[in-house]
């Protein structure tokens, strides 16, 4: 959900209308500047890119084809196309970077034209290469952990750089593969926060019971895994307009608890 909700008057939207970015949100990406990488195309993707001055874009990858991460995919084909020819700039293509359980997915992106994907790598836009476990892109090695989870298939990316490691996992991933080493030791663990239970909006209490805890861990949880995989930073991304809380309520809360952070658009880290 972006922040202002369109029509929305509640406090936070209001205020994120009034202020803009850091209090305005839009949807969950994330651009690795060493690699040229990009993670997820939310809606907002066009306008993130521009507003971050992006100038390259070589590499994208997937974490899941939830219309929140791949709704902004039309991002490729505006970098790449070339009016005169309706085919790309071959220097503008992109190179799509799946992992193989993954593929099956991308085919249900569709329009009316068909296959997105399909569409795109006929036309130039995009180039695909698809790796199983682990592939490396200029000396970052990336591992892909799939989530096991029944009806979806969503992955969590593990970046290695040199002795530095970050843990990517933005959305959908309960059960969390904790007892896998390679989300372990990591400088920066990179996760939505889950379910906020106190302070909600319409004053709502989530029953034992609900849907979402079957799919989300709870704030407290997500700390506590956080400690076990002993993550030496928690940065928290993908905040829900429905959390009721402001960058300034998400700063307090950052204060009171040592190593966590939480994410605003346009957020540089360096790890
Ligand atoms: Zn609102
Ligand atoms: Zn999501």
Known sequence: MTIPKPL???????EAREKGVPYARSGPAIFIHDIQLLIDTPAEISIQLNRENIQKLDYVMFTHMDPDHVEGIRALEQIALDFRTWRAYPEKKTTLIVPVSLLFELTKLQTVYGNIIDYYIAQGFIHLVDFVSQINIKG?????????????????YVFESEDKKIVYAPCDVKPFPEENEAVHNADLLIIQPGII???L???YVY?????????LYTFDETLSLGKRIKADQILFTHLEEYWNRS???YLRLSK???DIAFAWDGMHVSV
Do not use: M
């Open 256 to 258: 009171i608890i040592p």
């Open 201 to 203: 909006k319409h004053d």
């Open 207 to 215: 029953p034992q019971n609900h849907i979402s805890r079957k799919t």
């Open 247 to 249: 960058h300034d309520d």
């Open 140 to 156: 970052f090695t990336i591992s892909a952990l799939q989530i096991n989870r029944q009806h979806e298939v969503s992955y969590i």
């Open 197 to 199: 239970e106190h302070g």
């Open 8 to 14: 929305c008057q509640c406090e936070i939207c209001t």
